[in-house]
């Protein structure tokens, strides 16, 4: 009878490394960190577009926002300014754009202070990445809403 088991040899273990080593080395080179970086401070301006002026009204500069789902990621918020909604709307008898004005709704501009840790993709605040772009959870003291990141600036004032 034939003993067909097949004995596990050097070149096994040398494969069965070099294969882990190169996951290991994918893994560092193409997941995003999300932690660590240098701390910093920053100040982002958060738009809440096309809103009910009561809500503008509930926010109050001082308050302690929340910039995330998990609860755990906050901001304060430094400076808040309020602008009659608009709409940018073809006209046909002219042929050009117009903005139109939205009644009984405001954009709301929140200028946020925050410390996040940077690095080359983003800057993070607990687990929430805050970048031009991003859409946040904006949530204080009897309030909830969402709105766009759209400026920030490094280095905000303590």
């Known amino acids: 009878m034939a003993d067909n088991k097949k004995k596990w040899t050097v070149i096994d273990t040398v494969i069965v490394l070099a294969v882990a080593g190169a996951c290991a ?3 560092n080179m193409f997941s995003t960190k999300t932690t ?8 982002a301006v958060v738009l809440m577009a096309n809103s009910e002026p009561a809500l503008a009204e509930a926010i109050t500069v001082g308050d302690a926002v929340t910039i995330s789902l998990t609860e755990k990621d ?6 808040l300014r309020t602008e009659q909604a608009q709409t940018m709307s073809y006209n046909a008898e002219d ?11 405001v954009d709301i ?11 080359d993709y983003a800057f ?3 687990s929430t990445k805050v970048k031009v772009g991003t859409k946040l959870p904006f949530r204080g003291k009897g309030y909830a ?4 990141v759209i400026g920030i600036t490094e280095g905000g004032q303590n």
Request: no cysteine; proline share 0%; aromatic share 10%.
């Open 74 to 79: 906050s901001a304060t918020l430094k400076d």
């Open 109 to 119: 501009y929140a200028t946020v202070e925050m410390d996040v840790s940077e690095t």
């Open 36 to 43: 660590g970086g240098e701390k910093t401070t920053i100040e």
């Open 25 to 27: 080395f994918a893994y």
């Open 124 to 126: 993070i605040a607990g």
């Open 95 to 105: 042929g050009e754009y117009i903005n139109t004005v939205i009644e009984d709704r």
């Open 145 to 148: 809403t969402e709105g766009y």
